[in-house]
């Protein structure tokens, strides 16, 4: 069934452990440049497929092909699931080499592609009898240690065999033959499970062999009178060779889906790592630590400055940092290209291998790995795993700005709508003493000749008053930006409580006139360890609170006791209390008990209050006065208790 023309093209190339794979492939990107379609190369891992496809892979990485590996019991399926997952158009295969009767018995791979299709075209490739090619690439030392193996198994098949003759031949007087001939199908069984296919087929013929030496008549000569037990020994060779297939297929399942397992845990605890870490620095040394660990390699991050040139890393090196990576291969792949140095196109006698840190067309700075054992890194899946380590890194660091940048703009929002609030409440409390200053003065200007000393001293001092509150509010703004900016340095030395009470009294000493004050401090206070200029300037707040917001003759009552090596003050009023909002509130920037209109300030006597509480380690509090009224306590250290 073809598909539909305005479907994307995508071209899959399934290739098997075979000669003609090769040509299969070239096959099949011929077809995917004809349709101008992207094209992955596919190889299923099957009971009858073997190992080994590495120089297949390359060779496609290099045509531009993605590779994917498959497993699954039967080819067709994985390949059918795969195409329709992928949605690919057309499946590119090679031809059935199967003719005849053994066609019509046993369906070849590529009829039941054709059978079963359903939206894409299935291309059957016949690759003649041109050039072979193994699609597996093995060097001189894996050949020798490969044959040394396989030479053990087989040998371990004989050396089976010999013991089940000699553990059968010491049954023989007790059992009959059917019993003889079970053990030495549970040994061809044995032998298929623990050492594969071929060693259970030499472990069938040696059973074979002995069973009719040692046990059928005439005995010791391999000649058998009955033809019946040519049956028991068919069935003795189908059921190993069927459980070497079987195990065979359970290994290499257990193989590849191990392998998948270790790749998600690795690529999981990287990003489990790199997602609760801050800091492009930092999350560099974390990616180079799972680099180095997974890959038996050093291993460095090299991130461009604000030229974009590539630069080492600032920070002191880590074990396994690759400290002399060659900065001109990792800045052409980040001018360039995606992969440079070992195993690319560009400069691959270089000794490390050089990969560009991207995601979605942006570019975060070059990975680069230096390998104890280049042979091991070059290995497509090793290869593939360090590209999904780089993709990691690349988010981990898109994330990492995205946040920085996000919080910039918070930072930014915040010191807009600061700057505004600030502008808006300054200019609102400056209107109405800059007002009276201005009548004040515009009155003397004018008719300062015709009004009276009194009235003039009146005037001047209602300039004084008005200017004092403006100084005041400036000063509280002043106050309050060099605490929150940290500019503020205690000077601690000892004072007594009932002095620091004094002084800010003095301070507001015009504005309590009308207001009593009533004092309670017990004898026995001890000094406090505090700045005596800061808590003046708290407690006057407090006071000058207190006048604000209640009518004449309202008492203040100052009290303080000693609680836990900490003193702890209560300043009441018996005006009308807080609103009934929430508390902790009142001590915001701006943040006003009442209506703005109604009392001058800009809400910031209580905001600069905690400040200095709170950097002399202490804590404040707004509660009602028992009775009526409104009461601010806070506490401070003494000698014994000051930080």
């Not at 044995?190 to 005995?219: D, E, H, S, T």
């Not at 003397?444 to 001047?460: F, K, M």
């Not at 008005?466 to 900016?485: C, P």
């Not at 026995?524 to 800061?534: A, S």
Request: charged content about 20%.
């Amino acid at each position: 069934m073809a598909p539909p023309p305005s479907r994307k093209q995508r071209v899959l190339v399934a290739v098997g452990a075979d000669p003609q794979a090769e040509q299969v492939m070239l096959a099949g990107k011929r077809v995917a440049d004809l349709l101008a379609a992207p094209w992955t190369l596919v190889f299923v891992e099957t009971p009858s497929s073997r190992n080994g496809w590495a120089e297949l892979q390359r060779l496609a990485a290099s045509f531009g092909a993605q590779t994917v590996t498959l497993d699954g019991p039967s080819a067709s399926e994985a390949l059918l699931d795969y195409a329709r997952i992928s949605e690919a158009t057309h499946l590119v295969i090679g031809a059935p080499k199967r003719r005849g009767l053994l066609a019509w018995l046993r369906p070849s791979t590529t009829w039941r592609l054709v059978r079963k299709a359903e939206g894409f075209d299935v291309i059957s490739v016949d690759a003649g009898h041109g050039e072979r090619v193994d699609a597996r690439a093995v060097d001189a030392s894996e050949t020798g240690l490969l044959a040394s193996i396989q030479w053990r198994r087989y040998a371990w098949a004989l050396a089976i065999s010999a013991l089940t003759t000699a553990i059968t031949y010491a049954m023989d007087p007790f059992f009959a033959l059917p019993n003889i001939v079970m053990t030495y199908l549970a040994s061809s069984a044995f032998v298929g499970i623990k050492f594969g296919r071929g060693p259970a087929a030499l472990a069938c013929l040696a059973n074979v062999i002995l069973l009719a030496v040692f046990f059928v008549p005439p005995r010791f000569m391999l000649t058998m009178s009955d033809l019946q037990y040519l049956v028991t020994f068919t069935v003795m060779l189908i059921v190993a060779v069927t459980m070497a297939n079987l195990m065979g297929s359970v290994r290499r399942q257990i193989r590849a889906t191990g392998d998948r397992e270790r790749r998600t845990a690795l690529l999981y605890a990287m990003s489990r790592d790199l997602s609760a870490t801050r800091g492009v620095a930092n999350m560099s040394r974390i990616a180079v630590r799972h680099i180095v660990e997974v890959f038996d390699c050093n291993a460095a991050v090299l991130l461009p400055d604000a030229t974009g040139k590539l630069q080492r890393p600032d920070e002191a090196p880590i074990e396994g940092s690759f400290r002399n990576a060659d900065l001109s291969v990792a800045q052409w792949v980040f001018d360039h290209g995606p992969r440079g140095g070992l195993g690319s196109d560009h400069r691959p006698e270089s000794p490390a291998m050089y990969l560009l840190l991207t995601h979605e067309q942006q570019r975060f700075g070059v990975l680069a790995v230096l390998p104890q054992t280049k042979r091991r890194l070059l290995a497509p899946e090793q290869t593939r795993l360090l590209e999904a380590f780089a993709e990691q890194l690349s988010l981990a660091v898109e994330r990492a700005g995205l946040s920085a940048a996000a919080e910039a703009g918070r930072v930014a929002a915040e010191t807009e709508s600061l700057r505004n609030t600030l502008l808006a409440s300054i200019s609102h409390d400056l209107r109405t003493p800059l007002a009276a200053i201005a009548g004040a003065s515009s009155t003397l200007a004018e008719r300062g000749r015709e009004l009276d000393d009194g009235i003039r001293t009146q005037l001047a001092r209602s300039i004084e008053a008005k200017a004092v509150e403006m100084s005041e509010i400036v000063s509280n703004v002043l106050d309050l930006m060099r605490f929150e900016s940290g500019q503020i340095t205690l000077r601690r030395d000892l004072h007594a409580l009932d002095d620091l009470i004094g002084s800010a009294l003095g301070r507001v000493e015009e504005r309590l006139r009308s207001h009593p004050v009533r004092i309670d401090l017990p004898n026995d206070l001890p000094v406090l360890h505090v700045d005596g200029t800061l808590i003046v300037q708290a407690l006057a707040n407090i006071f000058d609170n207190a006048a604000k917001y209640t009518p004449a003759e309202a008492v203040v009552h100052i009290r303080a006791r000693l609680e836990a090596e900490r003193v702890l003050v209560e300043i009441d009023d018996e005006g009308p209390g807080f609103p009934a909002v929430d508390r902790e509130r009142l001590f915001d920037k701006f943040s006003r008990g009442q209506d703005e209109g109604a009392v001058a300030g800009a809400g910031l006597g209580l905001a600069i209050c905690r400040a200095i509480v709170h950097a002399h380690g202490g804590t404040i509090r707004a509660t009602d006065r028992p009775g009526g009224g409104a009461r601010v306590e806070f506490d401070l250290p003494t000698t014994a208790g000051s930080p």
